[in-house]
């Protein structure tokens, strides 16, 4: 049978212990804890064999946002799978982007955006507002598999920039 003294001390481990795990948790990561938008938290998937994917974010004009990509898809049987930073130095004339690698992960801003290169990670000021959209860069779709998972981060930034890859 417990006696008061070890059911006093119990109580008292349980309601430290969560309080101390998470100062620990603080001492060890001093610079990875801040708050985080809704958006930041979201994985969006990009699927290899689909037109151009709206991710439902809004950027503007001078924001700055940075893309990371993992996984791997399939934009050619005789390829393979590759990851985000695309298959092979190829790029036929009709991909919608003829100076990056074939298969690789490209994005827009708005409907009828320019495209740019994305890749496995990249930061990109948005020079207008629009939809951001992002694309495997091929020009047959059906002979495509896989999917690469997508997480976002925004920040605005002070005046309106080219992008900037970040291999």
Same mark, same amino acid.
């Given at each position: ?14 309601? $430290? ?6 100062? =620990?948790?603080? %001492?060890?990561?001093?610079? /990875? ?6 958006? !930041? $938290? ?12 709206? +991710?439902?974010?809004?950027?503007? =004009?001078? !924001?700055? &946002?940075?893309?990371? @990509? #993992? ?7 005789? &390829?393979?799978?590759?990851? *985000? ?5 190829? %790029? =036929?004339?009709?991909? *919608?982007?003829?100076? @990056?690698? /074939?298969?690789? +992960?490209? /994005?827009?801003?708005? !409907?009828?955006? !320019? ?18 959209? $992002?694309?495997?860069?091929?020009? &047959? ?10 997480? +976002?981060?925004? #920040? ?12």
């Amino acid at each position: 049978m417990m006696t008061r003294r070890t059911i006093l001390a119990m109580a008292v481990w349980l309601l $430290l212990a969560p309080a101390l795990l998470c100062g =620990a948790s603080f %001492a060890l990561r001093p610079g /990875g804890w801040r708050p985080h938008a809704q958006t !930041e $938290l979201i994985t969006y998937t990009v699927y290899a064999y689909r037109q151009w994917q709206s +991710l439902g974010v809004v950027l503007n =004009a001078g !924001e700055s &946002i940075l893309i990371r @990509a #993992s996984g791997q898809w399939q934009y050619s049987p005789l &390829i393979g799978l590759n990851a *985000p930073d695309g298959g092979s130095s190829y %790029a =036929a004339p009709s991909y *919608p982007l003829t100076s @990056a690698p /074939g298969g690789s +992960l490209i /994005g827009r801003i708005g !409907e009828r955006g !320019e495209p740019f290169y994305v890749g496995r990670y990249m930061t990109w000021v948005a020079d207008q507002p629009g939809l951001l959209y $992002l694309h495997i860069n091929d020009d &047959i779709l059906s002979d495509n598999v896989g999917q690469l998972a997508i997480t +976002l981060e925004r #920040s605005a930034s002070a005046t309106p920039v080219a992008s900037s890859r970040n291999p």
